[in-house]
Nanobody, 124 residues
C-alpha cells in the first residue's frame, strides 16, 4: 500500500519560513517525479513545484519562484519543500504527490499518488 505523509505545516507570520516534508512508504521514490501542490479554500488545487528522480531538474510556479525550493532524498524516500519569505497568499493545504512519469509534470492528473495534505497559514 502506497502512502505519502506530509508534515511541517503550521501558522507563521508573513516573511517567515517553513520546511515541509513528505515521507513515502510502500514504494521507492527512485525513478519517479515528485511534486508539491496546494489548495486554498474555494480554489482549485494548483501546482507549486516538482523535481525529477535525480534531482537534476526542477520546476516552480511563477508565484513561488525564488522563494521556494524543492529537494529530495531518495535514500530516505522523502521530498522537501523549503518555503521562505512566506506571504498570506501562500496560505493553503499543501499536498505532495508522486508521478510514475519520468519528466516533470505540473498538472494534477499526471500524478498517481497523493498525501493527505498539511495546512500552511501565513498571517499578515
Amino acid at each position: 500500500q502506497v502512502q505519502l505523509v506530509e508534515s511541517g505545516g503550521g501558522l507563521v507570520q508573513a516573511g517567515a519560513s517553513l520546511r515541509l516534508s513528505c515521507a513515502g512508504s510502500g514504494l521507492t521514490f527512485s525513478y519517479n517525479v515528485l511534486g508539491w501542490f496546494r489548495q486554498a479554500p474555494g480554489k482549485e488545487r494548483e501546482f507549486v513545484a516538482a523535481i525529477t528522480w535525480s534531482g537534476g531538474s526542477t520546476s516552480y510556479a511563477d508565484s513561488v519562484k525564488g522563494r521556494f525550493t524543492i529537494s529530495r532524498d531518495n535514500a530516505k524516500n522523502t521530498v522537501y519543500l523549503q518555503m521562505n519569505s512566506l506571504k498570506p497568499e501562500d496560505s493553503a493545504v499543501y499536498y505532495c504527490a508522486l508521478s510514475r512519469d519520468i519528466g516533470i509534470r505540473t498538472t494534477t492528473w499526471a500524478y498517481d499518488y497523493w498525501g493527505q495534505g498539511t495546512q500552511v497559514t501565513v498571517s499578515s
